[in-house]
């Protein structure tokens, strides 16, 4: 075996273990709190809506089964007129759906990624049907006025929470060097309904010079975001992980996106660049926004529609911005 061959295995070794963990984590710490309250809204309720905002996507998704919320954000895209790829995948680790809307048709594709599954026991609104809310609401814009150089493939994938299964089915499942050739980038959503400021990490000096996040930098600065104050590039994060990853190890630019309160900056800094010291400080000591984080209080009220709209918009012109590079 390969020393490349035998890296890969060991990294995928550590994700099988680690996803377990994480569900084995998170269902024994809610355990004691009982079940998540029921869904704040049902799917005849969310269809009548005129204008159903990712807020209303979060209460639709929240408290459900991870089964039932995958089949409720296909029903979410297709309500909304959405192309939708539907792509089930079964594995030793457990089962899934990616789904996938392509927009626009140029040359070049943009991955922007969610997931749709929740830890056992949380209702998970922040982590992460808001993500799912928001890529929604962004496609219904793309599919008015699509991009013309650039094709946009929304994912919203599977078992992130163990370890990335869905997104790491989605690339053995395409060829590696293909992935690396055709795609711009990968921007994976994570935690993207609380705060006042944006983080993309996971950044590393090189992945700085990409067009991706040259293109992410210039819609912040044209947004009137101020680097190290409302918006921040954050260097790799240990124990935390998100979709973008399994496309970094091909070689695909990958981050993740992040919404955080200001006010929680330099605590957030202590926490997750802490070492494992950090992580196994309770949830009701830790810095916004991860006092909710895989517990039973991530809820849809906890999230803040102006966050919403602040991560929509800033997603909306990053595709504007690389669909203005000439191919």
């Not at 599919?143 to 078992?159: A, E, H, K, S």
């Not at 630019?253 to 992040?258: I, K, M, R, S």
Request: charge should be positive.
């Amino acid at each position: 075996m390969t020393s490349e061959r035998a890296r890969r295995w060991r990294r995928e070794l550590r994700r099988v273990v680690g996803g377990a963990l994480n569900v084995t984590a998170a269902r024994l710490m809610n355990r004691r709190h009982g079940r998540p309250g029921p869904p704040g809204l049902d799917l005849a309720t969310y269809r009548a809506l005129p204008a159903p905002t990712p807020r209303h996507v979060a209460a639709l998704l929240a408290g459900r089964s991870n089964r039932e919320r995958g089949w409720l954000t296909e029903e979410v895209l297709r309500a909304a007129s959405l192309p939708v790829d539907r792509q089930p995948y079964r594995t030793v680790e457990g089962v899934g759906v990616n789904l996938f809307v392509d927009l626009g048709s140029g040359p070049r594709t943009l991955v922007l990624a969610s997931h749709h599954d929740a830890v056992p026991g949380s209702p998970g609104a922040n982590d992460n049907a808001a993500a799912v809310g928001i890529l929604r609401a962004l496609g219904a814009r793309l599919l008015t006025d699509p991009p013309r150089r650039l094709r946009v493939r929304l994912g919203f994938f599977g078992g992130e929470e163990r370890a990335m299964l869905g997104s790491r089915v989605y690339v053995r499942r395409n060829d590696p060097a293909a992935l690396a050739r055709n795609l711009v980038g990968v921007v994976s959503l994570e935690l993207c309904g609380i705060g006042d400021s944006l983080a993309l990490w996971d950044v590393t000096p090189v992945l700085e010079r990409t067009a991706l996040v040259r293109a992410f930098i210039a819609t912040m600065e044209a947004l009137g975001y101020r680097r190290d104050e409302t918006y921040h590039l954050a260097e790799p994060v240990p124990f935390f992980g998100s979709d973008h990853r399994p496309f970094v190890d091909c070689g695909v630019p990958g981050v993740g996106l992040t919404a955080i309160p200001r006010a929680s900056m330099e605590p957030l800094r202590a926490f997750i660049y802490g070492g494992v010291r950090g992580i196994l400080v309770p949830p009701a000591r830790r810095p916004a926004p991860f006092t909710t984080y895989h517990t039973t209080t991530d809820t849809p009220e906890t999230l803040e529609p102006p966050t919403l709209a602040a991560v929509e918009a800033a997603l909306e012109v990053l595709v504007r911005t690389l669909d203005a590079v000439p191919s």
